[in-house]
């Protein structure tokens, strides 16, 4: 089993849906929760990170935190077509040097 | 910045041949990684670096696998002999630095690798 767990998707929406988008882990020693967006043939690039359970708001994204149920969220309201990418969480332990552990990521599409 | 550099971009190659992946990190940052991205697999750490030192190969797949960073700007993934089985695409990102998100990493655009 992975640590982390992602549903690969893909997940299609029409313009202006709330997307709501998951992980699941196995190790409480993971502290810190980011999600990544990759866009096709592009690397990574960082969307949001946490480090506490509760949520975290940014423009149209929210990320959500549940330590006690290890289940990760992120929202995405008024999606956009821009959206359309693979969204990866990623996690960290705490003194685990800058190593990041990825789930399998989310294909997003936003159509018209 | 330039950001995170990495070649060639493509690379398609005969199983049996050496390939040698190149990256150079963003100027200062001192944790280098190296990934790779399949489909049915996601994005795997093969290994990453800390001040140009190795400090966690766990993920490098087998021996034919090997990473070197000489100096704080430049670091390389080798594989020999290659196989069909090692097309994907290797990212390599970069972190850390003065005043830094210790948990962002910043990627390359990738080199897409296809062994025939």
């Known amino acids: 089993q992975k640590e982390v767990e992602q549903d690969p998707g893909p997940l299609s929406v029409p313009e202006g849906a709330i997307v709501s988008l998951n992980c699941t882990y196995s190790?409480?020693?993971?502290?810190?929760f980011m999600w990544y967006r990759q866009y096709s043939r592009k690397g990574p690039e960082l969307l949001m990170y946490?480090?506490?359970?509760g949520n975290k708001e940014d423009g149209r994204f929210t990320a959500q935190v549940d330590k006690s149920s290890k289940y990760i969220s992120l929202f995405i309201r008024d999606s956009q077509p821009s959206d359309s990418a693979t969204y990866l969480c990623a996690m960290r332990y705490t003194g685990g040097g800058n190593k990041l552990t990825f789930g399998t990521g989310t294909q997003l599409k936003v159509e018209l | 910045d330039a950001g995170v550099i990495q070649s060639p971009r493509h690379e398609v190659t005969e199983m049996g041949q050496e390939v040698t992946l190149r990256c150079k990190p963003i100027?200062?940052?001192?944790?280098l990684f190296w990934y790779r991205q399949t489909m049915m697999r996601g994005l795997e750490l093969l290994i990453y670096f800390n001040n140009n030192v190795p400090i966690d190969d766990s993920g490098m797949p087998e021996d034919r696998f090997s990473a070197k960073m000489p100096n704080a700007s430049f670091s390389t993934l080798k594989i020999q002999p290659s196989e069909p089985r090692d097309s994907a695409v290797y990212f390599c990102a970069s972190s850390g630095g003065a005043g830094g998100i210790s948990h962002e990493q910043f990627f390359g655009p990738g080199t897409r690798l296809t062994v025939l």
């Open positions: 190790n409480s020693a993971f502290q810190y």
């Open positions: 100027s200062g940052h001192d944790y």
């Open positions: 946490t480090y506490s359970s």
